[in-house]
């Protein structure tokens, strides 16, 4: 099955530092998904996409529909403890009821 | 809030065992899914159901089935378990149309 290329693959960072990734995909999507999994829990629904260039914000969070359809970017601005997980992309494309996942990447908050 | 609610967070079972995952979601969602997550791979989809007694193969279905006679509850079954089936197994669920999963909390499954 298709995997995304979502990078990095982790990050280690200060508290209050902003923090950018992305997702990119050789198909074309639909739909593009940010997930976040804290230890030990299923992912939990972040921000949801569904047109091309749409900027959706929730919190300290934003998140982009690449033009092209086929990437997508997640941003957090002055990051806190609480951030500390690993952070999933997901697309969907027209008419499939499935969901491909990115390998996702793991934030690390330093002391 | 949609809740999706796995029976077990931590299981251990003998190879050869055949094992029951649970799955049940409480907000009517057409859609339920079962997912495997490992380290460096990301979730990989096993099975799904977009109706009751439905099923459709995943990427990875080979080793697993599925059962879903009603339709608030998706069950995953390993015939015989072996100790590469060893992983974090997630279900989720979605209503129609283009909406996000809701995920249960996880079964983390040893097989020894």
């Known amino acids: 099955g298709q995997q995304l290329n979502q990078s990095p693959q982790s990050m280690f960072i200060q508290e209050g530092e902003d923090v950018s990734m992305n997702c990119t995909s050789s198909s074309i999507f639909n739909t593009w998904l940010w997930y976040k999994q804290d230890p030990g829990e299923g992912p939990v629904l972040l921000i949801a996409?569904?047109?091309?260039?749409e900027l959706t914000s929730n919190g300290r969070l934003t998140a982009q529909f690449g033009i092209t359809r086929k990437d997508s970017f997640l941003n957090i601005s002055a990051s806190i403890p609480s951030d500390v997980g690993i952070y999933f992309c997901?697309?969907?494309?027209?008419?499939?009821?499935?969901?491909?996942f990115g390998t996702g990447t793991r934030l690390t908050i330093i002391p | 809030d949609v809740k999706v609610t796995q029976s077990s967070r931590y299981l251990v079972k003998r190879t050869g065992e055949k094992v029951f995952l649970e799955c049940v979601q409480d907000m009517d969602h057409e859609n339920m899914f079962w997912y495997r997550q490992d380290p460096g791979l990301g979730l990989r989809l096993i099975y799904f159901s977009y109706d009751v007694k439905m099923k459709e193969k995943g990427d990875i279905p080979e080793g697993y089935s599925v059962s879903r006679e009603k339709k608030e509850r998706f069950s995953l079954i390993l015939e015989s378990a072996s100790t590469n089936q060893t992983s974090m197994y997630l279900c989720?669920?979605?209503?129609?149309?283009?909406?996000?999963?809701?995920f249960g909390s996880g079964t983390r499954l040893t097989v020894v």
């Open positions: 989720a669920s979605r209503p129609g149309g283009y909406r996000g999963y809701t």
């Open positions: 997901a697309g969907r494309d027209f008419g499939n009821e499935k969901l491909t």
């Open positions: 996409l569904y047109k091309a260039g």
